[in-house]
Structures are given as structure tokens and as C-alpha cells.
């Protein structure tokens, strides 16, 4: 199982930026797919979550009303709208597909290698 984040990039506080994170391999089904973000010297910190079958999202107080999280099954892609970034907001962005059943295992995480978002004030 791999996850290809990307989307990244340098922005102005107050600006937009989406980044998309697709799942590829050989994977039954997939729980929930979530995006995480860490800061110079920070912990990694949750950001938004939804559920792959139901669509139901959750979302940091920090980023509430500011960034939306949706997913295409199609393309086995899930997006992170991010708008009215501020300065804070700048972190690396790492997609999480939780609960994963693939053809060997069942329940497991896997992680993205992360995507930098810096945003200047």
C-alpha cells in the first residue's frame, strides 16, 4: 500500500491551497482516510478525518470552518481545501489511511511521506 501526498507549496496568510493524497495497492477495503500535520519541533497533530463508505468528516477546533476534507472513490483520492491560511498553519501535511484491509493483513495504518505548506504573514 503507498500514499502519494502532494499539493504543497509556499502561500500568502489568507490564501488557499488543496492537497490530495491517492492510495494505490491491493487493498480490500480502506475505514477512514485522515490528514496530520507537524511543525518544526512539534508533535504530529491530528488535522481532519473522514470515513471512506459514509463520508463522515471530523476536523481539528484549529482548522474548523477553514479547511475541508473530502474524498473521490473513483480515483481513490481524498483532498484537503485549505483556506484562510494563516501563519500557524504552517506545517508538514502527511495523509493516513486507517484500518486498512489489504490482501495480507487487516486493520493496519499506513502513512504518506508528507507534503510541506508554509504560509507567510
Known amino acids: 500500500v503507498q500514499l502519494q501526498a502532494c499539493g504543497g507549496g509556499l502561500v500568502q496568510a489568507g490564501g488557499s491551497l488543496r492537497l490530495s493524497c491517492t492510495v494505490s495497492?491491493?487493498?480490500?477495503?480502506?475505514?477512514?482516510m485522515a490528514w496530520y500535520r507537524q511543525a518544526p519541533g512539534a508533535e504530529r497533530d491530528f488535522v481532519a478525518r473522514?470515513?471512506?463508505?459514509?463520508?463522515?468528516?471530523d476536523y481539528a477546533d484549529s482548522v474548523k470552518g477553514r479547511f475541508t476534507i473530502s474524498r473521490d472513490h473513483a480515483s481513490g483520492t481524498v483532498y484537503l481545501q485549505m483556506s484562510s491560511l494563516k501563519p500557524e498553519d504552517t506545517a508538514v501535511y502527511y495523509c493516513?489511511?486507517?484500518?486498512?484491509?489489504?490482501?495480507?493483513?487487516?486493520?493496519?495504518?499506513?502513512w504518506g511521506r508528507g507534503t510541506q505548506v508554509t504560509v507567510s504573514s
Open positions: 493516513k489511511a486507517e484500518n486498512v484491509d489489504t490482501v495480507v493483513v487487516t486493520g493496519k495504518t499506513y
Open positions: 495497492g491491493s487493498i480490500y477495503t480502506i475505514g477512514a
Open positions: 473522514i470515513t471512506v463508505s459514509g463520508g463522515t468528516t
